[in-house]
């Protein structure tokens, strides 16, 4: 499941594939972006934000300024996934690992091909107007400019409970379902308790720890074992023992309203509801 450690990896290699080069091919398979273009401009940067990615280009040989700048805005929301592909040196056509018709935006280079394919958000903007798209979202704990006081202000403020609020992309960008089951059972919160009645600058705390450690691995873990089947300490575990007490992990739903459910996974007795 996509969430900002997913998200900035794909910046990472995106961005290793992409900067500094020509781009040779270019398709938005969308509407109100489809006619976008920037062949014959060059991939300044790819970075992420939250959940969100940002392509950059600029005319080749331009300074860094933004005035001429264009940027491809997409996010990955549940299914979403932007995969990497080397060019043929024969020129010919490379087979993508996932069906054609579900591809939402391409970006090649001389070396190389990215393909989105089913992208939730898919827009080309002035990089100008990028605040327009992200400038709501909250503190990143993987950003460069990442302000635990302000996330924790605003997380700490949400009356609702603290499985929703710190989901909330505008208290905070890039903790998801699976951080915000996994995070609460670390610190002992049940999930339905408000988070103005909680410690919330040690929740982020280790949640930025977690995330940064995360991204620089293969595979999400939260217990310390890599294994598979063993690197989670609720998340997914319905029914079955808690690896800390024994007792049976629940489930059960929590949203912002009622059209925005999500699952979430507790231990009753490491997780007390008082």
Known sequence: MPEGDTVHRTARRLHAALAGREVTRFEIRVPGSAN???????????????????????????????????TLHSHLKMEGEWHTYRTASDGSRIRWRKPAFKARAIVGTSKWETVGFELA??????TRDEDRVVGHLGPDPLGADWDAAEAARRVAADPRPIHVAIQDQRHVAGFGNEYASELLFLRGVHPERPATEVDVPALLELGAR???????????VFTGDSRRGQERWVYGREHRPCRRCGTPILRSELGADPTKQRVVYWCPRCQPAS
């Open 121 to 126: 958000m898919v827009e080309v903007l002035p």
């Open 210 to 220: 977690t995330i940064r450690r995360n991204v620089e691995l293969p595979v999400r």
């Open 36 to 70: 976008a273009d920037v062949r014959g401009q060059a991939v300044r940067e790819v970075v992420a934000r939250g959940k969100h990615l940002l392509h950059r280009f600029a005319p080749l040989g331009a300074a860094s300024s933004e005035s001429d700048s264009l």
